[in-house]
């Protein structure tokens, strides 16, 4: 509730949450214990994944997927793989919480050994996603730290290289994303670390990742639908989401001749811990996603075969692509 980037309208509205509406959130946590076993038999046809309305709720940035109500599904308890990844070895920005960590369970399920970063706060976050990644079998990494900093990205790359023997699965996923509903209220200070976080790091990890890829490794960005379709409350987020699905084109192209693959990915509304800390103002959160076609937001668990998908020599064709996942609504 401290958080300075906070607008003051927000700020105000979510004070008034805090003795009132927000005390008397008493959701149960719920029942998601981050080593379920994955069930047997056939997956159900049509999950029945939450619909608007959600509890109002407001954590400090970065915040915790684990404190979220509903808590999002990752596919803890549903993904199962069929060794499309096997022996790869992926490095996954922001693979402690949402889009992220749903990526990282389902790689590790399907073979893959994986090394994720996050910030230092979200580390209860990134020790269940670890875990889930060792019960799957397969080797898990933490390399925490800010990829704000191209020193830092440089170690991180080098880092996962080494501790995972190799590297062929490159996913730029962290991102930051503040609300703010004019940009009269965008300070200097938020453009620059929205930009640094989304896309001079992007370029920085890609970058010292590239020459230690091997001929069918994959790099997934992850853009937005505000590629395409920009929100006019997050105009400097949705403009590195632009930057993104521009650089991804063009550097496919580049790296085809060494057939390395890069590709994107552009979710519309996602339920995740990016959007309860400032990506949305609160006041939308209860009613997040209604406004799809599909009138819910999306699990992150419903992009993990997306993922997979671009990371797998199955698409080996695929490269300079846009591949959205948006319930109806201003995809690429
Ligand atoms: P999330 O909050 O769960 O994940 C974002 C992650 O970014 C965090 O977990 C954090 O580890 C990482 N991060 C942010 N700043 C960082 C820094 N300076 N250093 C290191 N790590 C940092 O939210 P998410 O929605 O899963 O976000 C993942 C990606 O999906 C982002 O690129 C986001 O822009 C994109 N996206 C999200 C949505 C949505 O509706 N949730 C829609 C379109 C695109
Ligand atoms: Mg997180």
């Not at 994955?38 to 915040?63: D, E, N």
């Not at 919480?97 to 749903?102: K, P, Q």
């Not at 397969?138 to 501790?163: M, N, T, W, Y």
């Not at 993104?244 to 085809?256: E, N, R, S, V, Y």
Request: glycine share 10%.
């Amino acid at each position: 509730m401290d958080d300075p980037k906070l607008s003051k309208s927000r700020r105000s509205f979510v004070e008034g949450m805090a003795g009132g509406a927000l005390a008397a959130l008493a959701v149960p946590a719920a029942a998601q214990p981050a080593e379920a076993p994955v069930p047997a038999g056939p997956r159900p046809l049509a999950p029945g994944y939450p619909r608007p309305p959600f509890p109002v709720q407001q954590q400090t940035w970065p915040g915790l997927a684990s404190r979220m109500q509903p808590r999002p599904d990752h596919g803890e308890t549903s993904y199962k793989g069929s060794g499309r990844l096997m022996g790869r070895k992926a490095l996954i920005t922001g693979g402690d919480s949402g889009i992220g960590r749903a990526a990282a369970i389902a790689f590790a399920r399907e073979g893959a050994d994986v090394a994720i970063n996050y910030l230092p706060a979200e580390e209860p976050d990134a020790q269940e996603v670890l875990q889930l990644i060792r019960a799957a079998g397969r080797k898990a990494v933490a390399i925490p730290g800010d990829i704000k900093s191209e020193a830092f990205c440089q170690r991180l790359v080098s880092e996962a290289a080494r501790q995972l023997g190799g590297l062929d699965i490159l996913v730029n996923n962290a991102g930051r994303q503040f609300s703010c509903d004019s940009i009269l209220d965008i300070s200097t200070a938020q453009f620059d670390e929205t930009f640094k976080t989304n896309v001079y790091a992007m370029f920085w990890i890609t970058k010292a990742a590239v020459p230690l890829l091997p001929a069918g490794a994959s790099i997934i960005n992850t853009a937005s639908v505000n590629a395409y379709d920009p929100g006019e409350n997050i105009i400097d987020y949705a403009a590195t989401k632009g930057a993104i699905m521009i650089f991804t084109k063009g550097l496919a192209k580049q790296l085809a001749k060494q057939n390395i693959r890069v590709n994107a990915v552009a979710p519309g509304p996602f339920w995740t811990a990016l959007q309860v800390t400032g990506g949305q103002s609160p006041d939308k959160i209860p009613t997040f996603g209604q406004d799809t076609p599909m009138g819910r937001p999306g699990q992150p668990a419903e992009l993990a075969a997306v993922y997979v998908l671009l990371a797998s020599p199955e698409s080996s064709y695929a490269t300079g692509q846009v591949y959205g996942a948006v319930g109806g609504r201003g995809g690429p």
